[in-house]
């Protein structure tokens, strides 16, 4: 329990330091948002962060690898995400070409981020309210530490238009963000003294009409892998 707990600790000052950073860099660039940007939640947006060739482009390959979603959580059960996904391929050079512009907007190594996901909503399906962050008490976390622990940053990139439904919730900051091709809407998952971020509960509300693509993307406090 004690080296869980020294673990845990310094998983924690990883966080502070980056976020501290990171929060400082994306304040001072003109092309960022906020949406909030408080002491309880930091939420950030940019509006065509990816052009139409490169949304048009992700969505052809999500396709390719799209599979029912998985979650973390046995007790959430498949109901809680309905949504199709897939890891699309690192080593691709388009894919990484898109990792490296993330990396330079929060200032990170590409090492940090996770690999590009795919997501695909089809009419009626979801992802209901939830964290990006690992509970560190769930049996998962002691691999995720070896993987580069906890979850400081998520980034996530809307690239289609949805007729209608798709937002993504956050209920305790009462904000809700529409698709718009292109949009990237990031957060910071930690506080400001490295613990998980209650207030980054989110929810991918149902689609009620047309289909919801997006591209998540989440970085770690150290390396991943």
């Known amino acids: 329990?004690?080296?869980?707990?020294?673990?845990?600790?310094?998983?924690?000052?990883?966080l502070m330091v980056m976020n501290a950073a990171t929060l400082e860099r994306l304040r001072a660039d003109d092309t960022v948002q906020?949406?909030?940007?408080?002491?309880?939640?930091?939420l950030f947006g940019i509006p065509e962060f990816f052009s139409p060739d490169e949304c048009q482009k992700l969505m052809t390959m999500i396709?390719?690898?799209?599979?029912?979603?998985?979650?973390?959580?046995?007790?959430?059960?498949?109901?809680?995400?309905?949504?199709y996904s897939g890891d699309l391929d690192a080593h691709n050079p388009?894919?990484?070409?898109?990792?490296?512009?993330?990396?330079d907007l929060l200032g990170v190594e590409e090492e940090f981020g996770?690999?590009?996901?795919?997501q695909r909503y089809q009419v009626?399906?979801?992802?209901?309210?939830?964290?990006?962050?690992?509970?560190?008490?769930?049996?998962?976390?002691?691999?995720?530490?070896?993987?580069?622990?906890?979850?400081?940053?998520?980034?996530?990139?809307?690239?289609n238009d949805v007729e209608e439904g798709g937002?993504?919730?956050?209920?305790?900051?009462?904000?809700?963000?529409?698709?718009?091709?292109?949009?990237?809407?990031?957060?910071?998952?930690?506080?400001?003294?490295g613990r998980p971020n209650m207030n980054t509960l989110h929810a991918g509300t149902p689609v009620k009409k047309g289909t919801k693509y997006i591209i998540t993307r989440w970085y770690r406090g150290r390396r991943w892998y």
């Open 167 to 193: 937002n993504t919730d956050f209920p305790k900051a009462n904000i809700s963000v529409p698709p718009q091709a292109g949009t990237l809407i990031m957060w910071s998952n930690a506080n400001a003294d």
């Open 63 to 83: 396709d390719a690898v799209a599979r029912p979603s998985p979650v973390f959580y046995a007790t959430e059960g498949r109901e809680a995400r309905t949504s």
């Open 34 to 42: 906020p949406l909030v940007d408080d002491d309880k939640l930091q």
């Open 94 to 103: 388009f894919v990484r070409s898109l990792h490296r512009r993330m990396d």
């Open 1 to 14: 329990m004690a080296n869980t707990s020294k673990i845990d600790e310094e998983n924690r000052k990883q």
């Open 114 to 118: 996770e690999t590009m996901q795919g």
């Open 124 to 159: 009626g399906q979801q992802f209901r309210a939830h964290h990006d962050w690992f509970d560190t008490t769930q049996s998962y976390w002691t691999p995720e530490v070896a993987a580069g622990g906890q979850r400081a940053w998520t980034l996530m990139v809307y690239l």
